[in-house]
């Protein structure tokens, strides 16, 4: 008897990302780097799951869904949740005490039970095993449910794929039905409704129509074709700048390696490994393109960590109320830098030529404009009638000196 696919639409997914990172994942059974967009959406998941639990009668107040969220929270470290620091875990945590005050604000005049919150279902069909955890699943009379997915992520608007997932799995649950038909005995069968999705953090709540025979039959197709292709051992990679750029799996992916890579190394030393490092053997000489590529993309890597480590520092160092602060080997030094901004680009382009100033600044940018009130050259008198098209604001800028 052939096996049913373990299927799910997390799964198809990733396949469509890329069937070598599928590969990766669920025949290798290699584990991702924790990330922390999964760690802050599984703790919101928790906190809906928390305040629509269908077993208790009272629905918690706000204090107590915070409450819940901070012990669920601070139950693991910044790193297991997949954040680069302790601060920016914090800035994870005031987001989401933010987003369920404002759930409440929202909603908690209108709490009503739901018929099944975080609901694991497993169904059979077509070869496949499919593998949903349904998020809310609302009665709303007649044997007609609406199914809620909760969103996290910066991406608000979403395409309905997942929805029909769930549309033709809760239609064949018999947990559901035997949910429905407790609620409403007479209820023979069960049909979907609505669909939505609510994006949490904008409390903006995305409605859809139960999908028609038609298009639940076309997406299905596509479904079949997938798992057609996983059980054909179709795992060809599909590089692109977005899904290599922050995958797990380039310090094995043939991409990158030249060579396939046989699961012997082992899963354990799999994350010990540079991420973006050559196969340790037998590894083709890199061309000068390759090469290139590689280094401009360590220095963007450098530059992305140390911008972020200077907005930390700065961040770190204003809390503490530093203007100067030492490491090891080093020192870092607050500094206010005054700009003045020019909106009115063509005032101050015809300011410019009736001060005979436009020469002096080749093209009149920003920067350019800017330089002439330092210009020893350039009158005091010239100076304030420029001055007074822009606008004074300021900034905080960090150095950073070696220490002797």
């Known amino acids: ?58 629905f918690p107040s706000l204090q107590q869904a915070l409450d819940f969220f901070t012990k669920d929270w601070k139950s693991t470290t910044f790193e297991k949740k997949g954040y680069v620091s302790a601060l920016k875990e914090q800035e994870g945590y005031e987001e989401g005490r933010r987003i369920i005050t404002s759930y409440y604000q929202k909603h908690q005049a209108s709490f009503v039970h739901p018929l099944s919150v975080e609901m694991k279902s497993t169904v059979e069909t077509d070869g496949l095993n499919l593998i949903s955890i349904l998020d809310r699943v609302d009665y709303l009379g007649d044997g007609k ?15 309905p794929d997942q929805l029909y997932m769930y549309q033709k799995v809760a239609e064949m649950s018999p947990v559901i039905k035997s949910l429905v038909q407790q609620a409403d005995p007479s209820v023979k069968d069960i049909k979907v409704e609505k669909l ?32 057609d292709d996983i059980r054909a051992g179709k795992f060809s990679p599909t590089p692109g700048e977005n899904q290599c750029r922050w995958c797990d799996y380039r310090n094995i992916c043939p991409v990158f390696t030249g060579k396939d890579y046989t699961g012997q190394e082992g899963s354990s030393s799999f994350f010990s490994q540079p991420a973006a490092a050559p196969a340790p053997v037998a590894a083709a000489p890199k061309t000068a393109q390759e090469e290139l590529s590689e280094k401009i993309d360590r220095c963007g890597a450098a530059l992305e960590e140390y911008e972020n480590l200077k907005k930390e520092i700065i ?79 300021s900034s905080t800028q960090l150095e950073l000196k070696k220490t002797e």
Not at 145 to 159: F, H, N, P, W
Not at 215 to 224: A, C, K, N, P, S
Not at 352 to 360: A, D, E, P, T
């Open 1 to 58: 008897m052939v096996k049913n696919l373990s299927f799910s639409y997390s799964k198809l997914g990733m396949y469509k990302e890329c069937p070598q990172k599928y590969k990766f994942r669920y025949v290798h059974m290699l584990p991702e780097k924790p990330k922390y967009y999964f760690a802050f959406g599984s703790a919101l998941h928790s906190v809906m799951e928390y305040i629509y639990d269908v077993k208790n009668p009272a």
């Open 145 to 159: 449910v609406m199914i809620l997915d909760y969103k996290t992520g910066k991406t608000v608007e979403r395409a």
């Open 196 to 227: 939505c999705f609510y994006h949490l953090p904008s409390l903006k709540e995305m409605y859809f129509e139960r999908a028609d025979d038609k298009q639940i039959f076309e997406f299905w197709q596509g479904v079949l074709s997938v798992a």
């Open 315 to 393: 961040s770190l160092m204003q809390s503490q109320h530093y203007t100067r602060h030492f490491g090891t080997r080093y020192q870092a030094q607050l500094k206010e830098v005054s700009h003045t901004e020019f909106a009115d680009k063509q005032k101050v382009v015809e300011l410019l030529r009736s001060l005979h100033l436009l020469q002096k600044t080749l093209v009149p940018t920003q920067s350019t404009v800017e330089a002439l009130l330092t210009d020893a050259s350039v009158s005091p008198e010239q100076k304030a009638r420029l001055e007074a098209l822009g606008r004074k604001t």
